[in-house]
């Protein structure tokens, strides 16, 4: 059986389309304990920003970059 990591590694490499695909899949399957209007709002907001990101309208930046900035924020 395959470690998480190497799963995840598998996964980050299959193309953008395929991932977004996935992504939706993992939160569609995911049980939330909160109130029905939170998560609704929340998988709103998870949907915007992946047609955000579909169309080009946010810029994309690798994780490693986003991690690095992250970083420098918190100094």
């Given at each position: 059986?395959?470690?998480?990591?190497?799963?995840?590694?598998?996964?980050?490499?299959?193309?953008?389309?395929?991932?977004?695909?996935?992504?939706?899949?993992?939160?569609?399957?995911?049980?939330?304990?909160?109130?029905?209007?939170?998560?609704?709002?929340?998988?709103?907001?998870?949907?915007?920003?992946?047609?955000?990101?579909?169309?080009?309208?946010?810029?994309i930046i690798d994780g490693?970059?986003?991690?690095?900035?992250?970083?420098?924020?918190?100094?």
């Open positions: 059986m395959r470690s998480l990591e190497q799963l995840t590694e598998e996964l980050l490499s299959l193309p953008s389309a395929s991932r977004a695909l996935l992504a939706d899949k993992l939160v569609e399957s995911l049980e939330f304990d909160t109130d029905s209007a939170i998560q609704e709002a929340w998988v709103n907001k998870a949907k915007q920003r992946r047609n955000e990101v579909r169309n080009g309208s946010v810029p490693d970059e986003a991690l690095k900035q992250v970083r420098q924020l918190l100094e």
